[in-house]
């Protein structure tokens, strides 16, 4: 009995201390959308005379808008919507298809409780760029040449952050020979650049035991590759596109080991190396016998570091 005397004490004290609290309400904000958002654009170098720009490609973003908490932005929907973080809304874009280019921006604006606003602007922007003819000439032999993934050395294959600070596979680089037992597709594929007499440039792919990718939806669009399945080679019949040489997106630092020049494929019947990577490819490094490539991964955040050997 005294035990159950003290049993329901015990309760009573707990209850009262429970109702004894202040009653406090909580409640969430307002989930407004963010309103007035604006993609304010300034193409460097435009002027009456220049109504593109001066040819740099550059282009001055900053974004606005009320009651916004965060922004993401995708500065060209016709290489598919890939949304990253612009934390202060600001930032210059080097825009790098040569000629007279049309872009589709899109931003979209996040409020409280992540309630968005989306808004998009096309801007149209000019880029001029001759490459090095030493570039041209490792690359394509002055006429025709083929290259393959270097499998003998360390670091042939790698991946780190997408950053314009760091240019070195940090997370994780191949050791020599890694790849031959589940995927030799990788080192037996061939790439084979080409000028022409016109004074254009192709490429064109070669996979005699499949091209090595992993799964479809993330191949880049090459033809034949299933909708699913894990890192391997995949039946892909090779195919010939156009390239062109751009200067870097990738924003490093002028101090940066880099040529500054990528390869830019045409089409979607390409690629170099790795399946799963878009469709610049910025040169590190070349040589007569060494081509170093850092692309970005179709998975948003990634950069693919590629190392090649003139065949």
């Not at 904000?29 to 958002?37: E, M």
């Amino acid at each position: 009995m005294t035990r159950f005397i003290k049993y329901c004490s015990a309760l009573l004290m707990i209850a009262l201390v429970i109702f004894s609290c202040d009653k406090q309400d909580y409640k969430m904000g307002d989930l407004t959308a963010p309103s007035n958002v604006a993609i304010n654009t300034t193409i460097v170098g435009q002027d009456a005379t220049h109504p593109d720009g001066d040819g740099s490609g550059d282009v001055i973003i900053e974004l606005t808008g009320s009651n916004v908490l965060s922004y993401k932005i995708d500065y060209n929907a016709a290489d598919g919507i890939a949304l990253e973080f612009l934390p202060t809304g600001k930032t210059t874009r080097k825009y790098t298809s040569i000629g007279v280019n049309t872009y589709r921006i899109t931003v979209v604006a996040y409020g409280p409780g992540a309630t968005p606003t989306t808004v998009t602007k096309d801007i149209q922007v000019r880029s001029d760029f001759t490459p090095d003819a030493s570039v041209v000439d490792y690359l394509t032999g002055g006429s025709s040449k083929v290259w393959r993934v270097n499998k003998d050395i360390p670091a042939h294959f790698g991946v780190g952050p997408w950053s314009s600070t760091s240019v070195t596979p940090e997370w994780w680089s191949a050791n020599p020979n890694e790849k031959v037992g589940c995927c030799n597709c990788f080192y037996t594929a061939t790439f084979t650049f080409t000028k022409q007499a016109n004074g254009t440039f192709s490429m064109e792919s070669k996979t005699p035991d499949g091209a090595f990718t992993k799964t479809g939806s993330l191949a880049g669009g090459l033809p034949g590759i299933p909708a699913s399945g894990d890192e391997a080679c995949y039946a892909y019949s090779g195919g010939t596109s156009s390239f062109s040489f751009v200067p870097s997106g990738s924003g490093i630092a002028a101090s940066t080991p880099s040529t500054k020049t990528a390869i830019l494929l045409g089409g979607n019947t390409t690629f170099i190396g790795y399946g799963a990577l878009l469709k610049e490819y910025e040169i590190l490094s070349i040589t007569e016998d060494e081509l170093y490539l850092r692309a970005q991964g179709t998975e948003t955040g990634n950069a693919w570091y590629l190392k090649l050997k003139a065949d």
